[in-house]
């Protein structure tokens, strides 16, 4: 007989059980970040793995697992679903069970009831599942019915945690040395511990966004300017709720025909808020007043500017609600001495647009203008 016969009808049998997973595997991933970003969970990663032939032939044999054949292994299909924050695990496990999969619950675990101090990394919710049949009725998806696969929902650092100890060859306790467990115990407390502070972190956040909005609404409301100190969500809240910005965003418009975009995009406004305050404009109340000191000749620079400028994406026939705020800022800048102004240049020097570069050459007259007259 062929020695090779056994190792050949290994691999034949490992092809056949595998024959359809990664093309599930697809499936499942494009199927679960759809049905998140419908529920409006954001997560860090979806993805999928099919279990390699020598790491499931390593399975098989071993006879603490006591399986038959290939298809006998319920993780030859694993897909993970990494989450930013810990009590996301919850939220995705409960949107996707109730339409994505059908729960085999006898061979699904939470190791996260389980895990010992030491055992950060495998607080993961695992599910042994099947996909529903409300997918599998459809005919695009009736070749999977039955097909049995593992889903694992964790956070981003207990990923982490796993991957790096799955790469350091040491899944069980009393397989570490000795003298390490102590370490790795001290590190899976950390990890935990940033864990649930990135957690308190977003919902202080929140809070605290929730609760300026409502300041700042107020403020509105009553006609008078916040002291509130300006940061992202600061700013935010006053693009949204100010009318001077919003009426001289809409001349602007008017003198460009052009629409106003009443939307705020957290990566500009963000921006924003680090070039006021190093300008010196650090709360509401002042930028404000400056946009009200200012509105003229910042409607007449941003139409200037504009005009000899061709727009692309989303501001090709819109101007953002926020762009008086950007003219200001040069305009608050082209008034610094010129030590100020040249340490703020080198703060943005990261800066590539054209206004910028622009703006930079225009202070550069500017400067040269003052040298002349000042001989």
């Keep these: 007989m062929n020695r090779k016969q056994p190792a050949q009808l290994a691999r034949s049998a490992y092809e056949e059980a595998v024959a359809d997973l990664d093309d599930l595997g697809r499936h499942l991933v494009l199927i679960i970040e759809n049905t998140l970003q419908n529920a409006g969970i954001y997560v860090h990663v979806v993805r999928h793995r ?29 897909v993970r679903v990494i989450t930013y924050f810990p009590d996301q695990v919850n939220e995705v496990a409960s949107c996707i069970t109730k339409t994505v999969l059908s729960i085999d619950a006898d061979r699904s675990i939470d190791k996260r009831a389980l895990h010992d101090f030491d055992r950060f990394g495998y607080m993961s919710l695992h599910y042994v599942a099947t996909l529903s049949n409300s997918y599998c009725s459809l005919p695009a998806y009736a070749k999977f019915q039955g097909i049995r696969f593992e889903v694992q929902i964790r956070s981003i650092l207990q990923h982490a945690w796993a991957e790096t100890e799955h790469d ?41 966004r929730d609760r300026t909005q409502a300041v700042i609404s107020q403020k509105v409301a009553d006609g008078l300017s916040s002291t509130l100190k300006i940061d992202q969500i600061t700013l935010g809240g006053f693009i949204q709720n100010n009318n001077l910005l919003r009426d001289i965003s809409k001349r602007i418009a008017s003198n460009l025909g052009k629409q106003v975009d009443p939307k705020t995009y957290p990566i500009i406004v963000g921006r924003q808020a680090d070039y ?49 705020i950007h003219y200001l800022g040069f305009i608050e800048l082209l008034k610094l001495d010129e030590e100020e102004a040249r340490r703020i240049f080198d703060i943005f020097a990261h800066e590539s647009t054209d206004e910028f570069r622009d703006l930079k050459l225009l202070f550069e007259r500017q400067q040269q203008d003052r040298n002349q007259g000042s001989r």
Excluded: C, M
Aim: charged share 25%; no cysteine.
């Design 50 to 78: 099919v279990k390699k032939f020598e790491s499931a032939t390593q399975k098989l044999a071993s006879t603490f697992y006591r399986f038959a054949q290939f298809r006998d292994l319920h993780d030859l299909l694993g």
């Design 168 to 208: 350091l060859g040491y899944k069980s306790q009393y397989g570490i040395p000795h003298d390490f467990r102590r370490r790795f115990s001290r590190l899976a407390g950390l990890l935990e511990l940033a864990d649930e502070e990135f957690q308190n972190i977003r919902n202080g956040l929140t809070e605290y």
């Design 276 to 324: 006021l305050n190093s300008i010196g404009i650090n709360t509401l109340h002042d930028l404000e007043a400056r946009l009200e000191a200012s509105q003229t000749p910042i409607i007449e620079l941003a139409t200037v500017w504009l005009s000899g400028r061709a727009q692309y994406g989303r501001f090709r026939d819109k101007i953002s609600v926020s762009l008086p």
